[in-house]
Each structure stands twice: as C-alpha cells, then as structure tokens.
C-alpha cells in the first residue's frame, strides 16, 4: 500500500495556520484525537520542532502505520490506542493538564476505506464489519441480523437521513429470513432491489444506509458528543482547536458544542456581564469552512468537509 499516494490530509494547510499561534509556542502539546495515519500529526511534528503530538486512534492498524511514519521523531511523538471521547484520561497519562492545540478530522479515514476486508465501503464486497477498532464490539452484521425493523429504520433515518428508511428496514428484515445478509455485496443487492428505479438514478441507494450503519457500529454521534465538551476543557487559554466535519450530523453538534462555549452565559437583562459570564471561547472562523475548490479537485474526500475552529480565551471559572 501507498500511504503516500491514497493519504492526503484533507485542509491541511488551513488546519495548521489556524493552529499556529498556539503550536508556536516553546514546548507546546499537540492532541491528534482522530491520529488515522498520522498525516496532519508529521506536518505538525516537521513545523513546530519544539512541539509534541499524542495521537489517539481506535483504530490499531492505524497506530501501527502513524507509529512508523513518525518513528524519525522520537518521543516528541506519543501514542494511545483509545476512542476519542477518552481523550482527558489519554492526555493526563502522558503527563499533562492542559494541551495547546487538538485537531479532530472526523469520519472514516482513507485506511478503512481502501481496505475492502474491513467492510466500510459499498462499492467493494467484503464481510459486513465496519468496526473502526476491529479488536472489539458489535459488527454492521450484527446490527443486520438483530436489530428489529423498527430500529433499523430509526438508525437509517436518523443517522442516514434517508428517506427510504422503512422500505429499506422492512427489506432487509425480509431477506435475512432467508438466509443471513453478512456480506457488503448481499447487503447493496437488498437495497438495489428495493429502491425505484428513479431513486437509482439520484445516487448510489446504499451510500446512507452503509453511513448509518458505520455510526451505529461505532457509536460515532454518542463518542463526539462526550469527546467535545472533554476536548475543551483540556485546551490552555491561547490554545485552539479545530474540528472538521464529513456529514451534517456531526457537524450540527460541533456547531452546537462551539456555540454555547463563545456564548456569553449572563442572564438576559443582566445590566453588566460579570467575568464568570464572559465566554471561555472566541470562535476563529464565520460559520463552516470549506475546502477550495482546487483542493476538492485533486483530493475527492474533501468535498464535504466542514471546517470550524475556536481559541481558548480565558480559564474555566
């Protein structure tokens, strides 16, 4: 495998401007919460000689890719096999309080993706497993098989935002009465099948479904919403971070999430805001970010992104 090749870190030179502020600074403590192959981490690490990266990743294979891509700088580069909403327990194990800058890229990373065994991907045959770290968990074969089609429709809907949600719940639960769906390609056959033909020629009838199930696999919505607020709190005053978003999702709670911590907190009417009203946070920039049109050409999986970022402006009361 290329990781060169199939590896293109998605914003790069962006993500690393709007971190440069607090990445300058001597000793500064870089948190990858989403490290995948270490892309952004080896950009960071080569531009700021004086900072230190703790990449988490869930993923193993991940690590094990980052852990050699960065071997050439030593202990400046730090590693732990956790999700992301442990990321305060990861940062205070390396020995730390309070980081400068965190990065989450979220989403499916180019190595699950383009590894067809891993079952991620619609378009290549493979068992149904979609597990983001394959040492553990339900797989979306799993959730296939057992969940009723009722609550395949709720995921569907919900996480896929798909409109065909109960047709295709209600085929699925139809054709695992035959025999069990446990492969991507038996699965997309289902949904090809259930889809009307105008349906079909709108797009790929299996993008959301497989979307939903890659969430509900991997608890993606539940880890981000305690991951955010823990990010946060770990983040020294000057410090910043950013978080790039694949899907409305997972943008909308970002926004959210960042909203509320640059939100001034004083009750309406308040003639004066007192300090502890003041918000904790400034946001860097105006609504979502997108990446230019130049960069979606040559690298496709940044069409989607949103990017949004804030700095730390002063400590928790």
Not at 87 to 104: K, S
Not at 246 to 262: G, H, I, N, T
Request: a negative charge; charged letters at 30%.
């Amino acid at each position: 495998m290329d990781i060169e090749r199939i590896h293109t870190p998605v914003m790069l030179e962006r993500t690393l401007e709007l971190l440069a502020p607090a990445l300058e600074r001597d000793g500064a403590v870089y948190v990858d919460a989403t490290l995948g192959m270490g892309g952004h981490s080896r950009a960071v690490l080569e531009r700021f000689p004086n900072a230190i990266a703790i990449g988490l990743d869930r993923d193993t294979d991940a690590i094990g890719i980052a852990r050699e891509r960065l071997s050439a700088f030593g202990d400046r580069a730090r590693f732990v096999h956790t999700v992301y909403d442990g990321i305060a327990e990861a940062v205070r194990g390396e020995g730390f309080d309070e980081v400068d800058a965190i990065l989450f890229d979220l989403g499916v990373s180019s190595l699950q993706l383009d590894r067809a065994e891993r079952g991620f991907a619609y378009a290549k045959d493979a068992p149904l497993d979609m597990r983001m770290d394959s040492t553990r968990g339900r797989t979306a074969a799993d959730v296939i098989a057992e969940y009723s089609e009722e609550d395949l429709r709720r995921i569907f809907r919900d996480y896929g935002e798909e409109k065909l949600a109960s047709r295709y719940a209600r085929a699925i639960v139809r054709a695992r009465a035959d025999a069990p769906i446990t492969r991507s390609g038996r699965l997309v056959e289902v949904l090809h099948d259930a889809t009307p033909a105008a349906v079909q020629r709108a797009g790929h009838p299996a993008k959301r479904v497989f979307q939903a199930l890659r969430i509900e696999v991997n608890e993606e919505l539940s880890v981000l919403e305690r991951a955010l607020p823990a990010a946060l709190d770990l983040v020294a005053v000057g410090g910043r971070i950013v978080v790039l978003s694949y899907q409305s999702l997972e943008d909308r709670l970002v926004k959210r999430v960042l909203a509320a911590a640059s939100t001034s907190t004083a009750p309406a009417g308040l003639p004066m805001e007192l300090p502890e009203h003041r918000p904790q946070f400034r946001l860097l920039v105006r609504g979502a970010e997108l990446a230019s049109e130049s960069e979606q050409a040559e690298n496709p999986r940044a069409k989607p992104v949103r990017l949004r970022a804030a700095e730390r402006v002063r400590r928790p009361s």
